[in-house]
């Protein structure tokens, strides 16, 4: 069982920039991936970012320029550089660990949430 724990969410106006973190604890084995998922209010989860266990980032085409994604793997923490936000950036957001483990296969954790709101 793995423990993600996602923090730094807040109110921050457009323009403006703010860093997720997740802090993964727990069964931290065969990890190949760790990203960022959000979800707005009547939307489906959506992909923002992902990192690979060799450093390959991926992002979504909307956040693509703006948001950076890093890892520190002595730390077990994912980060989220988010940089001239909108307001269409409004969501809660969702770190997410990819482990792939040889009796149980693959499988997905997930954090609880962290809320930004890009208001003015």
């Known amino acids: 069982q793995v423990k993600l724990v996602e923090s730094g969410g807040g109110l921050v106006q457009p323009g403006g920039s703010l860093r997720l973190s997740c802090a993964a604890s727990?069964?931290?084995?065969?990890?190949?991936?760790m990203g960022w998922y959000r979800q707005a209010p009547g939307r489906e989860r959506e992909l923002v970012a992902t990192i690979t266990s060799g450093d390959k980032t991926n992002y979504s085409d909307s956040v693509k320029g703006r948001f950076t994604i890093s890892r520190d793997n002595a730390k077990n923490t994912v980060y989220l550089q988010m940089n001239s936000l909108k307001v269409e950036d409004t969501a809660v957001y969702y770190c997410n660990v990819d482990r792939c483990l040889p009796i149980t296969g693959c499988l997905r954790d997930w954090g609880q949430g962290t809320q930004l709101t890009v208001s003015s």
């Open positions: 727990g069964s931290i084995f065969g990890v190949t991936a």
